[in-house]
């Protein structure tokens, strides 16, 4: 089955500092990991993928992520936070069965501070 | 580009009710899921839908039914609301099965009394 971790359920940091989001997984087919945000009130909001190529993928808003595969690891970054930014981040890993979607971990709430 | 519409936004019912959710989706989509956010536990899948008419059950289905008798909208169903449940709900599309991401509703707050 796979699965994935996300070491820290909470970070706090101040604006225009750099974030760092943990992300471990396990799984034994094709990989396929991304990550999405969550606002407050809001629904998941898709944020960036990999599943082949360049380990280091972009997204929005100056969010990039480094896929490892001899950590199982998959790490979301910004070297600049915003205000806006303040949200819960969630990894997730494609399931076995393509048609179930997505495993996603437990989140990470991102608090960001003036 | 498309948008996730669910309804109820907020959801209250009385223990033993039989409650239903709504999603509709404009992104013609084929495959459809409901998945249940609780505080602490992330998201888990009770139900998808591969295409119309299709229902296949998640983790968490046992208390819930779902239809979808449309492409563009899947309903969830809580047939037995428990005493003191809260929880949102999130419906989300995706265009397809296996590197596609997954779009979602602004979700249904449920409460219950």
């Known amino acids: 089955t796979q699965t994935v971790s996300q070491s820290d359920a909470h970070v706090t940091v101040f604006e225009g500092d750099s974030v760092e989001l943990r992300c471990n997984y396990s799984y034994g087919g094709s990989i396929y990991l991304s990550w999405y945000i969550q606002h407050h009130g809001r629904g998941l909001q898709f944020l960036l993928k990999?599943?082949?190529?360049?380990?280091v993928v972009q997204g929005v808003n100056g969010f990039e992520a480094e896929f490892s595969k001899s950590d199982s690891s998959f790490h979301l970054r910004k070297a600049s936070v915003h205000w806006s930014d303040s949200a819960v981040y969630f990894c997730?890993?494609?399931?076995?069965?393509?048609?179930?979607?997505?495993?996603f971990g437990l989140g990470t709430r991102v608090s960001v501070f003036p | 580009g498309g948008i996730i519409t669910q309804t109820p936004k907020f959801l209250i019912g009385q223990e033993g009710q039989k409650l239903t959710l709504k999603c509709q989706q404009n992104?013609?989509?084929?495959?459809m899921y409901w998945y249940r956010q609780d505080s602490g536990k992330g998201l888990r899948l009770i139900y998808y839908s591969i295409t119309e008419n299709d229902l296949q059950k998640g983790d968490l289905s046992e208390g819930y039914d779902a239809s979808r008798e449309k492409k563009s909208s899947f309903s969830l169903t809580v047939t037995s609301a428990q005493k003191n449940e809260m929880a949102v709900f999130l419906c989300?599309?995706?265009?397809?099965?296996?590197?596609?991401?997954?779009?979602f509703g602004p979700g249904t707050r449920l409460t219950v009394l």
């Open positions: 992104f013609n989509h084929d495959t």
């Open positions: 990999y599943y082949s190529g360049n380990p």
């Open positions: 989300a599309s995706s265009t397809g099965l296996g590197v596609y991401e997954q779009y």
């Open positions: 997730a890993v494609r399931r076995n069965n393509y048609a179930q979607g997505l495993t």
